[in-house]
C-alpha cells in the first residue's frame, strides 16, 4: 500500500548502515541498453554522470494523438506562445508515451524485514524536481510515483519497475539537465540509501549522414503568381523524391491564414529557415535506440508559420521547443544553421558532428545558448557578415562521401566562376548571354532582382544578364567576386583549424557573385548572380544532390556551370538532380531555403 508524504529531502545521516539489507538501484549505467540487475555492469560509477558514462534519459514533450495542438487551435486566442509551449506529453502526471521512459530498477532484496519500506526520491536540486518525473508499473500501468511514496516489504522483495522522462530540455541558465534518483530503505532505527544520476538527452541537429527519411516543403496556390510557381516547383521536387524512393515522399506544409485576410493566406516559401528539425535519443535494447523528433521554432517570434509547429506539426513521437523573445534578424533563420558531420580531432571524438553557426561581428544567433553542448556538438561560428541573407548554407555544405572520415566540405569558389567564363570567352562564345534562362516573366520595369519585400515586385524575378564579354569587362565585378572569396577562405581557414580539414577533402563549387540590395560602400553584401548551387538538399542513402538548375553560358549546346556542377558532385558519388527554383526562391535563396527534412535519428551520440 502507498502513502504519500510531502517532504522529498531524507536526512541520510540518521539512518545507520545495516548489513542485514542493502538498498541498490540501477539503470542503464554502461549505456547498453538494459539495467543489468544480476551482474554489475550497472553497478560502479552510477552516481556520477560523464559524458562516457551515465544514464541518459528523454524529455518525453511529443504530442500524443495531437493532444495539445487540438487544445492550442480551439483555444488559440487566449493562449501565447508559452502557454501553448507549456502543454505536452509530459506538463502533467499521466504517462501517454511511455515508450519513451528510460528504465530504473531496484535489485530484489530477498532478506529484507518484513516491516521495511521504501522510498524513491529526486535529489533536493528544486530545478531538477521539477523537471523530472518517475512512474511506477503496476501491471499494464504507468502510475505517477508522487514525492516520497512508500513501497512495501513484498515490492522490495519483488524489485521495482520504474520509469523516468522529463518535463522539458535542458535550458540555458535554468536546468542543467543532470538529476539523481535516491532509493531509501528503512526498517526500525536502520536504513540504507542508494542512488544513480541521469542527465537528459540533449539535442541533436542532423547532419548530412543521416540518411533522409521525408523531405519538406511548402504548398503553393493558384491565386497568386509567386503561389503557381511554386507549384512548380514542388511538383518538381516532389518527381526527385519519388524517382530517388525516399521513404517517406515529400510533405507539404499547410500555409498559414493571414490574420487580416483570412481567405487569402500568407505565401511562406523558406521552409529551411522557420524550424530546425532536431532530435533526442538513449540507448535501447538490442543494440537499438529510443529517439523522439523535436522541432526548434527559430527565435522570430513574429513569423507565423513558427507558431504554426505548435498548432499543427507536433504528433505521437514528434514534440516542438521554442526560446521566445528573439529579435528576429536574418541570422536568427535557421538556413544559418548547419552541422558538420561526425569526426575525431586531437584526441577528440564529436560523435553527432558539430554545429555551425553565421554571425555578424559580435552578433550570434539568438538561439546558440540553447544549442551550446560544448562536449557534443559545440557550436563553431563562422563570418557570414558579407553575405546578403548571412546564412552559412550560401557558401558552405557537408556530403557524404568515400574518404577516411565519410564526408567532404563543399565551398563556394567565385575565382573558380570567373575562370569559367574565361574559359567560355576562350571558346569563342563569349558573345552568350551569360544566364541562358529565357525571360518567362513579366516585371514591374522598377523593380530589381532583391526587391521581393515591395508588392510591385511580388512577381517572379525576370532576367538580366550581360554577355560573357560585358561581366568578364566589368572591373568592379571582378574585384567583388576576388573579395568574397577572400571571405570565404578566411571562413574556411577557421574550419581547417577547428576540425583540421585537409584540402583532398574540400570540394570546391564555381559561382558567381554580385551586389545584394544591402550592398553600400560602407556594408559589404554580396548574393547569388547564377542560381547558388551549393544551397540544395542533400538525399542522404539516395547518393542525389537536388541543386537549382544554374543557367550558366551555353557552349555547344551545354550549360557549362551545370556540366562544372555535375563533375564536381560525381568526386563524391554523387548524382545531382536540378530543379528550377528562379521564380520562387533565387536570388535570395535557393533549394535548401525552400526545403527541409526529417532524418534518420538512430546513429548513437554516446
Request: charged fraction near 20%.
Amino acid at each position: 500500500m502507498h502513502c504519500q508524504i510531502l517532504c522529498t529531502v531524507f536526512v541520510t545521516a540518521i539512518l545507520s548502515v545495516s548489513l542485514a539489507f542493502k538498498a541498490d538501484i540501477r539503470a542503464d549505467t554502461n549505456r547498453d541498453g538494459i539495467v543489468d540487475l544480476i551482474g554489475d555492469s550497472d553497478a560502479h560509477d552510477k552516481d556520477e554522470w560523464t559524458w562516457n558514462r551515465g544514464a541518459i534519459f528523454l524529455p518525453n514533450i511529443g504530442d500524443t494523438d495531437r493532444r495539445c495542438s487540438k487544445i492550442a487551435v480551439e483555444h488559440l486566442d487566449d493562449m501565447g506562445d508559452a502557454d501553448i509551449e507549456a502543454c505536452n506529453d509530459a506538463s502533467d502526471e499521466i504517462q501517454r508515451a511511455p515508450q519513451y521512459l528510460a528504465p530504473l530498477k531496484t535489485v530484489p532484496m530477498a532478506d529484507v524485514p518484513a516491516d521495511a519500506v521504501g522510498q524513491i526520491s529526486l535529489d533536493i536540486d528544486e530545478i531538477a524536481y521539477h523537471n523530472v518525473r518517475i512512474f511506477r508499473q503496476e501491471g499494464n500501468a504507468w502510475v505517477f510515483n508522487r514525492a516520497n511514496d512508500t513501497f512495501s516489504h513484498e515490492e522490495l522483495k519483488s524489485g521495482l519497475e520504474l520509469g523516468i522522462d522529463a518535463r522539458d530540455i535542458r535550458r540555458p541558465n535554468k536546468w542543467d539537465g543532470n538529476v539523481s534518483v535516491n532509493f531509501t530503505v528503512r526498517s526500525g532505527n536502520e536504513g540504507s540509501v542508494d542512488q544513480v544520476a541521469f542527465h537528459v538527452a540533449p539535442l541533436q541537429i542532423h547532419h548530412n549522414l543521416q540518411a533522409v527519411q521525408q523531405v519538406l516543403a511548402m504548398e503553393g496556390n493558384d491565386s497568386t503568381v509567386r503561389g503557381s510557381y511554386l507549384n512548380r516547383f514542388t511538383h518538381d521536387l516532389g518527381a526527385v523524391v519519388e524517382q530517388t524512393n525516399v521513404p517517406n515522399g515529400l510533405r507539404l506544409l499547410p500555409q498559414t491564414p493571414s490574420p487580416n485576410d483570412p481567405d487569402h493566406p500568407n505565401l511562406e516559401i523558406w521552409t529551411q529557415d522557420f524550424v530546425e528539425p532536431a532530435y533526442v535519443s538513449m540507448p535501447g535494447p538490442n543494440s537499438t535506440t529510443v529517439s523522439l523528433r523535436i522541432l526548434i521554432r527559430s527565435a522570430q517570434d513574429g513569423r507565423e508559420m513558427d507558431r504554426d509547429l505548435f498548432l499543427h506539426h507536433r504528433d505521437t513521437g514528434v514534440g516542438a521547443v521554442q526560446q521566445l523573445g528573439g529579435p528576429g534578424r536574418q541570422i536568427d533563420s535557421l538556413g544559418n544553421l548547419e552541422t558538420i558531420p561526425p569526426y575525431t580531432h586531437n584526441g577528440k571524438s564529436y560523435p553527432a558532428g558539430r554545429i555551425i553557426l553565421g554571425a555578424q561581428g559580435n552578433d550570434k544567433p539568438y538561439l546558440t545558448p540553447l544549442l551550446y553542448v560544448k562536449a557534443l556538438q559545440d557550436p563553431i561560428t563562422l563570418d557570414t557578415s558579407f553575405l546578403g541573407v548571412s546564412h552559412v548554407d550560401e557558401f558552405v555544405q557537408f556530403l557524404p562521401a568515400a574518404t577516411p572520415r565519410g564526408w567532404v566540405a563543399v565551398v563556394n569558389d567565385p575565382l573558380a566562376g570567373l575562370q569559367m567564363l574565361r574559359n567560355v570567352q576562350a571558346k569563342g562564345a563569349s558573345l552568350q548571354p551569360a544566364i541562358s534562362r529565357h525571360n518567362d516573366t513579366s516585371l514591374d520595369p522598377e523593380c530589381g532582382p532583391y526587391d521581393l519585400d515591395d508588392t510591385r515586385c511580388e512577381s517572379p524575378r525576370g532576367v538580366f544578364t550581360p554577355t560573357v564579354d560585358a561581366l568578364l569587362a566589368d572591373g568592379d565585378m571582378q574585384a567583388l567576386n576576388e573579395e568574397a572569396q577572400r571571405r570565404i577562405a578566411e571562413n574556411l581557414e577557421v574550419l581547417k583549424n577547428e576540425i583540421s580539414l585537409e584540402e583532398e577533402e574540400i570540394l570546391r563549387l564555381p559561382c558567381l557573385m554580385q551586389k545584394h540590395g544591402f550592398y553600400s560602400e560602407d556594408n559589404f553584401k554580396v548574393g547569388a548572380f547564377f542560381p547558388n548551387v551549393i544551397n540544395g538538399l542533400v538525399l542522404s542513402g539516395r547518393n542525389t544532390y537536388v541543386a537549382p538548375k544554374p543557367y550558366g553560358p551555353i557552349v555547344d549546346g551545354q550549360d557549362v556551370l551545370a556540366k562544372a556542377v555535375t563533375d564536381v558532385y560525381a568526386k563524391a558519388n554523387t548524382t545531382v538532380r536540378f530543379v528550377d527554383d528562379w521564380n520562387t526562391h533565387h536570388p535570395n535563396g535557393e533549394v535548401h531555403c525552400g526545403t527541409n527534412s526529417f532524418r534518420d535519428m538512430s546513429i548513437p551520440w554516446w
